[in-house]
């Protein structure tokens, strides 16, 4: 479109990949998000210096804040969304509730009043029945959620849950609902012009959550019929033009699919006013870039297009591929991208990332490293293009859940359509069993870390692989530390360029041609194999370096990543059960229970507020 762009950054992201992209970029603060991307005063001066027309809020920070967009229209910008009035209007879930409610659009059953004691909730509650859900009203990212079975756990999962609105948010108060057992999350994404002018530009179903947060979204949604579309999207817009909505905007859904897609069994959810991460899928499936119709009608135009224009085509998979890691609950990770490499792009395989190799996953925000948008004339055709891209992405330095991504791609009730938000939770062993390392994996790290893969092959016995000996085949020994302990290999190579690997025993024969072997990466002290979406680490053993420390021993817990101790619930000496909170460590935003592996008697515990760093021991338990 031809419109100049100045990014904003903070010290964490001075060499950040956007900052490169801007034709200008402009710092505003150090790393902690409070103190740069949240500094509305200081993004609007940033604006007013580069002398922008315009600011677009991306889709995380100050996106949705109506404060911020105040202070952007204020200083003579253009905010690129929404009016502040319809921000506010959607911004606090309680009163969004209640608005919805008036406007005839279907609501889930729930308390959204202002009263806030537990007497008043747990009766609210009871009324309801149980499960209930829990939200803090300001909620967002899943944060300040919790799921109540019983009456007795509710105080305690209150309290929880205010403690974490609280630091998120800054606001405590929560809303109770019915909580939907096995729900599918169904969202339309609408589009309003200053004109009062509102289409849907049809729906996305991102039920694959983890965390109370979407990994996989699709659309068209999968089984969508008719009646529901029509309902929905009907429900969508309705609810955009009872508050004047411009710009872009999404309408979430909950629904109850355990009868399948029935057009009484949805209920509006929230809104977001503003664009989603997941908006590439509706792009691929109406062929409409959904930033430029924002800087249009921004620019006070006419939506670019009428309903009956907007057709859906084909289907799309966006993947969110994070640095975090699936079998450990999918803890968020850091660490530095020393490799990075993604499917080649095409009209029908998007890659959207902000880093590149050699870039830092820090811990000052989300662990996003990129996300896989795919699509494809069907479901199964996209899927598959999915699985195979994912299987395709190399990413080395941080644990990442590239594997797991292609596990539930691969799930069979997955490619059923078959997916609602608890899918991932009751799958979550098989989704993120960590594969084992094969012959041919140990193989190419084994020629990786003897440099064997890298030579080419050939009769010349000076740059052969092989070297030169009488008789018989030079051997020579190399060994790796991998997830299953170390290896010891003695390899050999012969002029034809083929290795002989002698390990565990067996003999493996494997080519040292690279397009043949699993591709690996080697970065400082380590290499990773790549094969079929996993990541196989290895340490390359230094023979002259002393003896690594000691591992984690079974009477120590450490922590899992860097964090603080918000709250320590036992002390030295006391006697605990298996499964007894012990501790909540705060880290990336989260709150993590700390739960003992076993009975056991306390020998010493974190102190609370205590900073620590990965690897920390929390616990120790007294010898038995
Ligand atoms: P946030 O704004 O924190 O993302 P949402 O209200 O959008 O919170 O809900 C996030 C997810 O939590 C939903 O996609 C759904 O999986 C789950 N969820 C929300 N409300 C309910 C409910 N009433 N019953 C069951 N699950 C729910």
């Known amino acids: 479109m031809g419109i100049a762009t100045v990014a904003v950054y903070s010290d964490a992201d001075a060499r950040a990949l956007h900052v490169e992209m801007a034709d200008e970029a402009v710092h505003i603060g150090p790393s902690p998000a409070g103190e740069s991307y949240l500094r509305d005063d200081r993004i609007v001066t940033a604006a007013i210096n580069a002398r922008a027309e315009a600011v677009h809020p991306g889709y995380g920070f100050l996106s949705e804040n109506p404060d911020f967009a105040d202070q952007v229209i204020a200083a003579g910008l253009v905010f690129i969304g929404p009016s502040p009035a319809s921000m506010r209007a959607m911004g606090l879930k309680d009163a969004a509730k209640r608005l919805m409610e008036r406007a005839g659009v279907p609501v889930v059953p729930g308390y959204h009043g202002e009263g806030q004691e537990l007497v008043l909730l747990a009766s609210k509650a009871r009324e309801i029945g149980y499960p209930v859900l829990i939200k803090a009203r300001a909620g967002g990212g899943g944060r300040g959620m919790r799921r109540v079975d019983n009456p007795d756990d509710l105080a305690e999962a209150l309290s929880s849950a205010r403690r974490e609105a609280r630091a998120a948010f800054g606001d405590d108060r929560v809303l109770v609902e019915k909580f939907i057992e096995s729900p599918r999350h169904i969202e339309v994404q609408i589009f309003g012009d200053n004109f009062g002018d509102v289409v849907h530009l049809y729906e996305r179903d991102c039920s694959a959550q983890r965390r109370h947060q979407k990994v996989i979204e699709e659309a068209p949604a999968p089984g969508m019929t008719q009646a529901m579309r029509t309902a929905m999207t009907d429900a969508a817009v309705k609810a955009a033009k009872t508050i004047g909505y411009s710009g872009a905007g999404t309408v979430e859904f909950i629904v109850d699919a355990s009868d399948g897609l029935r057009p009484d069994r949805f209920w509006f959810m929230e809104m977001n006013t503003r664009l989603q991460v997941e908006h590439p899928v509706t792009e691929m499936i109406t062929g409409i870039d959904l930033v430029e119709w924002q800087l249009r009608i921004a620019n006070g135009e006419k939506l670019p297009r009428s309903q009956e224009q907007i057709a859906l085509s084909g289907h799309a998979f966006e993947a969110r591929i994070y640095a975090e890691d699936a079998a450990r609950g999918f803890l968020p990770a850091t660490g530095t991208l020393h490799h990075l490499a993604f499917p080649a792009q095409s009209p ?17 925000y989300d662990p996003m490293i990129a996300k896989l948008v795919v699509s494809g004339p069907d479901r199964a055709a996209a899927l598959e293009a999915l699985s195979m891209a994912l299987e395709q992405t190399e990413i080395a330095g941080s644990v990442t859940n590239v594997a797991f991504l292609v596990a539930l791609a691969r799930d069979a009730d997955f490619a059923a359509g078959a997916v609602d938000t608890g899918m991932i939770v009751r799958k979550q062993e098989t989704l993120t069993a960590a594969s084992a390392a094969t012959p041919a994996v140990v193989s190419a790290a084994l020629l990786a870390a003897s440099g064997l893969d890298s030579l080419s092959a050939g009769d010349d016995p000076w740059s052969s692989p092989a070297g030169y000996s009488h008789f018989h085949p030079i051997e020579r020994q190399t060994s790796v530390q991998g997830a299953q302990g170390e290896v010891v290999a003695f390899l050999s190579a012969d002029p034809a360029g083929r290795a002989m690997i002698r390990f565990d025993g067996e003999r493996e024969r494997q080519a040292i041609a690279r397009d043949r072997a699993p591709r690996t990466a080697l970065w400082p002290g380590h290499l990773t194999v790549f094969s079929g979406g996993a990541a196989f680490d290895y340490i390359m053993r230094d ?19 860097p964090g603080f101790v918000k709250i320590v619930r036992a002390t030295r000496g006391d006697t605990v059960n298996k499964g007894q909170t012990l501790l909540v460590l ?3 935003k989260m709150e993590h229970t700390i739960t003992a592996p076993h009975d056991g008697t306390i020998a010493e515990i974190a102190a609370e507020g205590a900073q620590i760093t990965e690897g920390t021991v929390l616990v120790t338990f007294e010898q038995a």
């Open 348 to 364: 029908t395989l998007r890659v959207e990332t902000g880093v590149r190799a050699g870039d830092a996953v820090s811990p000052y």
């Open 586 to 588: 705060e880290a990336m």
């Open 543 to 561: 023979p002259f370096a002393k003896k690594a420390q000691s591992e984690t021993d079974d009477t120590g817990m450490r922590a899992p990543m």
